[in-house]
């Protein structure tokens, strides 16, 4: 049986919709954990008036309600997001990041990353605003806080793959874990946009 | 027969959630004309590089999928939404604004704000970043920008329950109407934040 997400729909339809339906549960449950542990951060900021960033609402096309049933939507469908999960403000600055994991111990695998997320966070550079990526390496147990144009540089460099693991230490810059927040990834946005 | 909006779910169950099924069609596409334009005039601004602006999804709870039928949605219910409608970047500033309209031909019903519309776009100001408002008069055929300051604080001000066209004439911005963009919001922007 699938578990179905409680009122966490964004990142399911993704993991659902790459993979079969016999999709593991402990898989599809790890991607919920970091989304989650970084929607916590989020919020945590929030709550201590640091940031306000939210997590953006999975892109549903409805299609019937039946309203006899109190608007129980029957028929819809998932869209693709067309900009990237978390945006918010920070010190007055506009802030946008996609937050990614990968199992892989030597590289982040860049089909990981879809091409308007890319054109999007590029935009959001252009416009002046705070754009990157947290990629968490999930066989190293650590998490990487890397400027989304370096990122973004490596995509649009054909024929490249993925990032190895030794340039994301190198270039990115450690998220701490914590209990509260799950991730003091504003610590990193300081060192890599404020200072 | 209730017109299903394709591709346009956001304003869709605020609207029918409020009022009977048997809520006319012509209002409903009202809604959703103004909603469209403000979205168009976005994709406009974004076209010509001037600023990056979305409208933020519904957000959906959803619970069930049938994978038979290519991740068909088959049960799942609106969530109010916990921020506005619609954020991005401007000249490197965070922009927040939520679009409304009233028939009134006297003022503006201040039901038509959430509480939690209210305290994010406080939060957004708090931040440093821009928070509006932009509320069309249908039966003046004119739209303005008002600050979130000011209109929150009427909203906070018990017991006024609405705030009189002469007040949104006089402290608002006369926002332009055309064919592309449809709302010149921007101009308004400029003129109520920077300048």
Redesign the interface.
């Known amino acids: 049986m ?1 578990k ?4 966490q ?1 964004s990142n ?2 993704k993991k ?2 790459k993979t079969s ?1 016999a999709r593991s549960i402990s898989s599809a449950n790890r991607g919920m954990d970091f989304e989650t542990d970084i929607n916590l951060s989020c919020e945590y900021y ?1 709550e201590k ?1 640091l ?2 960033i ?1 997590k ?10 039946d ?1 006899s049933k109190g ?9 693709k997001q ?2 990237t999960d978390y ?10 990041f996609e937050a990614k994991e990968t199992k892989s111990k030597t590289s982040f695998p860049l089909n990981n990353i879809a091409p308007q997320q890319v054109e ?1 966070l590029l ?2 550079i ?4 705070i754009a990157f990526f947290l990629i968490r390496l999930i066989s190293l147990g650590e998490t990487y806080l890397l400027k989304a144009d370096y990122i973004c540089g490596f995509y649009n460099e054909k024929p490249r793959k993925s990032i190895p693991v030794s340039e994301i230490k190198e270039h990115g810059i450690l998220v701490k874990k914590g209990y509260n927040p799950r991730y003091l990834f504003l610590e990193a946005v300081d060192e890599a946009f404020f200072r």
Chains 1, 2 share one sequence.
């Open positions: 699938i179905y997400p409680n009122g729909p399911f339809h659902e919709r339906v929030k008036g940031a306000l939210t953006r609402p999975t892109p549903i096309n409805v299609v019937k309600v309203y608007a129980m939507i029957t028929h819809a469908y998932f869209e067309s900009t945006n918010g403000v920070y010190k007055g600055k506009y802030l946008d999007h935009g959001v252009r416009h002046g605003g």
